[in-house]
């Protein structure tokens, strides 16, 4: 059973989790103001260069006066230096709020402590520690993202029973470009889902010519991420969804090209891809990717260790025959069912 501390700390998850797709590049953090055992007043990160947790969660306390004998809850230490907004910390110094609860410590150098040493220097209680594991996964992708200078990394494929992700195809034209269904419509909601969660998509170039895919969140809802095709000699055309500039896109290649629909990035293809694709990621404050496909591009990521979390959905046909799964040689952390489906999902010990 959780504690009285615990339970407002989880409030605070909840509602941190509701804005983690919009608060990019910030974390998505979340705030519960308590006053005599009672909720007052809470509030998660807006959208980027908005107000942050604390702000709103202060915003929407009716009676002020009461915040000089509340208790705050926050999963993340508030900030302290200046960047879109003032430092949180502040502000809750300013507002009289004598004891502070913190999820866990910021690892990102401009506030890592010195928060918590503002709080402290104005005399108030804090507390660091309250449901740390939850709000350390919780700001999984921001801290990779500052701590590893690069994006959270998010494998993800379907399988079926035999251990094949695909049946062995050619495409000749747009309009023989569709995916093969592996999953049923549980598992796509909540592939959809998990993009709704992501920074952006990555799809190599085999991927997107042979499934003409969109990269959206249609079945669930919420924000589309950013879409990332890697595409050396520029082989998928314009006519592919990729390239409807609905959604911001970003073209990985060796050729000069410009154009009005996607961002390209020019590497060098004889050199590491990815270690190229992940420093103008994190020069682009892409916190997170999710890698759907195909083989040889989910196989890079894992042959270079390069990858957090993974999510292998396992569908009820068989091949026989085609292109081979991926193979993670770890053990997942957990596995699920989504109605005629299976789904292992792996995270990467530290």
Not at 9 to 17: G, N
Not at 119 to 125: C, D, I, N, P, V
Not at 207 to 212: F, G
Not at 320 to 342: D, H, M, R
Request: charged fraction near 25%.
């Amino acid at each position: 059973m959780l504690s009285i501390h615990e339970t407002f700390m989880q409030r605070a998850v909840s509602l941190a989790k509701k804005g983690t797709r919009l608060a990019y590049p910030n974390p998505c953090v979340g705030a519960v103001i308590v006053c005599d055992g009672k909720i007052i007043g809470e509030g998660y990160t807006s959208a980027y260069g908005g107000p942050h947790a604390e702000v709103n969660a202060i915003n929407s306390v009716q009676d002020e006066s009461l915040l000089g004998k509340s208790t705050l809850y926050v999963t993340l230490e508030p900030c302290a230096h200046y960047g879109k907004t003032p430092p949180c910390a502040n502000l809750i110094e300013a507002k009289n709020i004598p004891k502070i609860y913190i999820g866990c410590i910021d690892t990102f150098a401009a506030v890592s402590g010195k928060g918590i040493e503002i709080l402290l220097k104005a005399g108030r209680e804090v507390h660091v520690g309250v449901l740390e594991d939850e709000c350390i996964d919780l700001h999984k992708r921001f801290f990779t993202y500052h701590n590893k200078k690069r994006p959270y990394i998010v494998l993800k494929w379907a399988e079926t029973q035999d251990g094949f992700i695909d049946k062995e195809r050619e495409v000749s034209s747009v309009d023989e470009a569709k995916p093969t269904w592996i999953s049923n419509e549980l598992s796509k909601q909540k592939v959809h889902q998990i993009r709704a969660t992501e920074h952006a998509i990555m799809v190599g170039t085999n991927t997107a010519l042979k499934d003409n895919p969109t990269l959206t969140t249609r079945l669930f809802g919420g924000v589309s991420p950013i879409r990332i095709l890697i595409d050396k000699n520029l082989r998928v055309p314009n006519e592919y969804h990729l390239y409807n500039g609905e959604i911001k896109t970003i073209v990985f290649t060796e050729q000069e090209t410009n154009s009005n629909l996607v961002q390209f990035k020019k590497i060098d293809f004889s050199k590491n891809i990815l270690s190229q694709i992940m420093e103008v990621l994190y020069q682009e404050k892409i916190q997170s990717v999710l890698v759907e496909g195909g083989k040889q591009l989910l196989n890079s990521f894992i042959e270079q260790n390069l990858w957090d979390e993974a999510f292998v959905f396992v569908g009820n046909d068989k091949f026989e025959k085609g292109v081979e799964a991926p193979v993670l040689e770890v053990s997942p952390s957990k596995t699920f069912v989504l109605g005629t489906n299976s789904v292992r999902h792996y995270i990467k010990e530290i």
